[in-house]
């Protein structure tokens, strides 16, 4: 054991600063502050090099954590990034946006009594800090192959799968029905969790190395699935999940009431310098107005704090179960708490008022009941218990579903589980046509950056075996 590490007995947990909640509101930056070397070296030094590391086991990734965190402890940071980058194709990423405190940081053992190692955010502050001494290198695979690759989806899940294939020397074309890429990670995920300019330098990255991206093209839309099929050796299909869910039997149609997804893209779209109409005209800004948020996940949290930093009046969220049991990231409550904004935990809304706009929101008081076999607890009305807030724009954050690709892709044979998403052989990753791939929320349902990223690598690995192996059938037979 090296002397620089299991200083956690010596040195405190210290996350990177993070900016004040009154100075956050006022705008979209990142809300924690880069560490500087020493800070990352004194923090990746508390790690006790576990012989069983359950932090790496509880990374979707499998990230070499225990290894990252000494040689950042000792200095080398370049070789720290080799190592990170080994297991991530976006580890700054996954430094700013993972649930840490669910995965990583909440299984490191010298958590109690002492506090988890900051990992999230040394490796965060590896790449970041690899970017700026250029060690991220291009990609360059050492071979060409006659094979072309078509991923439909630009999110973490289809850049990771191209980044691996182009790697393995493919050609590979990424299409994508929006004008950027980056899937949820640009126009859901807001700013001050992760700012657009990492996304960015990712797809320059991306480009530099060869993939070639075709944007503007909605596949299933105006480009038929059959004709993208058709110009390539396989398809990945990385399409995400976003039909919003929605609030059965209650009243939609006033004005004033929009899903969670239109809202943050409008905000995202803003931010970048878009000419966005919905916005300036009010009906996709929260500038000046009461805002009720119903939902209790990532989704949620992001547009309560969005609406913060377009100055509403006042934000509430009101998500049916309590603080304990709310989906989304502890730490994502407590800054909405810091940022101003108000939680009416255990409330359902029961009714929406208005004239031609919405007016106010009418919500019941639940309890927890009994579990179910999930262990979930049900979640019931309390009688007599209905309360009244009053709202100018009402944001519906409870969660999405799959959309009908079988549909819209013209393919009914093209295989569904019963929750809509894609049914993929669970080792090759292949849909019920052959050729054809998945990987990330079109498969997992709504997940994780994280989870979208392995999936991607892993489906790119089982798609490159499966190729060379029919490469190789080709050869034989020709011969
Ligand atoms: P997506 O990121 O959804 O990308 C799919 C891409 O496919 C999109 O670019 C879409 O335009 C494109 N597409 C879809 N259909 C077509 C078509 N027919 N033709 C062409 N292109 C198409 N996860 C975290 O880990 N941390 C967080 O903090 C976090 N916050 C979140 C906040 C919000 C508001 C939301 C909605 C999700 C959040 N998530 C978070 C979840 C995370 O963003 C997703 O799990 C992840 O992005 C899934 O990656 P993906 O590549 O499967 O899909
Ligand atoms: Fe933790 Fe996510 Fe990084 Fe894995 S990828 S080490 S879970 S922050
Ligand atoms: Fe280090 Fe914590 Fe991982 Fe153990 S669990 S190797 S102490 S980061």
Redesign the pocket.
Known sequence: MTEHMQQFVRIAQRAPVKRGAAERREDFSEIYREFDQPGASAQASRCSQCGIPFCQIHCPLGNNIPDWLKLSAEGRLEEAYEISAATNTFPEI?GR???QDRLCEGNCVIEKGFESVTIGAVERFITDTAFENNWVRPIRPRRERAQSIGI????????AAAEALRRQGYEVHV????DRV?????????GF??EKSIVERRRLWLEDGGIRFHLN?????AVSFAEVRARHDAILI?????KPREIAALDKSLVGIVP??DY?TASNRKGLGDDVPAFDEGLLNAAGKRVVVIGGG??AM??VRTAIRQDAASVTCLYRRDRANMPG?MR?VSNAIDEGVAFAWLSAPEAFFGDGHVTAVRAARMHLGLADASGRQSVEPIAGSSFTIEADLVIKALG?DP?DLPG?FGEPSLALTRWGTLKVDRRSFMTSLPGVFA????V?G???????IK??RDAAAAMHELLVQSAAALATAAE
């Open positions: 996954c946006i993972c649930p439909i989806g630009a999110g973490p899940g289809g850049l299409y994508d029905r929006h980056g899937g949820l990670l640009i126009y859901g995920i807001p969790k992760l093209q909605d596949i299933g839309g990385a399409t995400g999940v976003y969670a997804l943050l990532d989704t992001d547009c990231s994502e999405f959309e819209a990987a990330g929320d079109i997992r709504a997940s994780l950056v994280v989870w979208a999936d991607g």
